[in-house]
């Protein structure tokens, strides 16, 4: 079964750069969340996004951006990059913004050097 | 705001034997849903059960079961049968419905090892 794609898988990038991640949900999956989780830390919730239009947010900071295009993928970018964005960004996806039936993606672990 | 508490940052057991975890949280909401991920060395967050508050009886999934004591705010896991894939970092975690603003509070998680 399909299930949902992040990528890259793994990012490494130098401080002040600016870096993108994304996320392929589900088929007929129409509501993406974004979660960071640091070194050692439990995740974080980042964003949500449901039919393209951002639906919560949370911790997420100023330099993060984030989108849902049409074809319901969504892509998080990150500017001026910090060591501390060093982390596992999690998506996951589901149906009808029903998180009960949300499944995550296997992460894009990024480093900043 | 809620929060979700582990207490036990690390646990072991022995192959075959059961291990409990332990998960509360606080919140003051009636209605809410209880989640445990597992997360093993690959890091993929996978879903082990789930509980709906407003269900007295408690979930099992297999090998997987929780207590869930709502009056109390509790919420372990307990493994029967450990397997060594069963190795993992545990985590609970809380949602409260809120339609369309969904996200999860992580408690801080368990280290399990089992061991052959």
Same mark, same amino acid.
Request: aromatic residues 4%; charged residues 25%.
């Given at each position: 079964a399909a299930g949902v794609i992040q990528s890259p898988r793994h990012l490494i990038k130098e401080k002040r750069e600016t870096a993108t991640l994304k996320c392929y949900p589900i088929p007929r999956h129409d509501t993406v969340y974004w979660y960071q989780q640091g070194p050692g830390q439990d995740p974080q919730f980042l964003i949500s996004f449901y039919e393209k239009m951002q639906s919560d947010k949370g911790s +997420?900071? =100023? #330099?993060f951006s984030a989108q849902q295009f049409s074809d319901y993928h969504s892509e998080l970018n990150m500017s /001026? &990059?910090? &060591?501390? =964005? /060093?982390a596992l960004y999690f998506c996951a996806t589901s149906k /009808? #913004?029903?998180? +009960?039936s949300a499944f995550f993606g296997q992460g894009t672990r990024l480093t900043v050097v | 705001a809620q929060t979700v508490t582990q207490s036990q940052p690390e646990m072991s057991v022995q192959e075959a034997e059961t291990v409990t975890l332990s998960c509360t949280y606080d919140t003051s909401e009636s209605n809410y849903y209880l989640f445990w991920y597992k997360q093993p060395p690959s890091r993929q967050m996978i879903l082990v059960i789930r509980q709906e508050a407003y269900k007295q009886q408690n979930a099992t999934e297999n090998r997987f079961s929780v207590n869930f004591q709502k009056a109390a705010k509790s919420f372990s896991l307990k493994i029967s049968?450990? @397997?060594?894939?069963?190795t993992a970092m545990y985590f609970c975690a809380f949602m409260k419905? @809120? *339609? *369309?603003s969904e996200k999860l509070v992580f408690g801080k998680g368990t280290k399990l090892t089992v061991n052959p």
């Open positions: +997420i900071p =100023d #330099r /001026s &990059l910090e &060591l501390g =964005d /060093s /009808s #913004r029903a998180f +009960i | 049968d450990s @397997q060594l894939g069963d419905p @809120q *339609g *369309g």
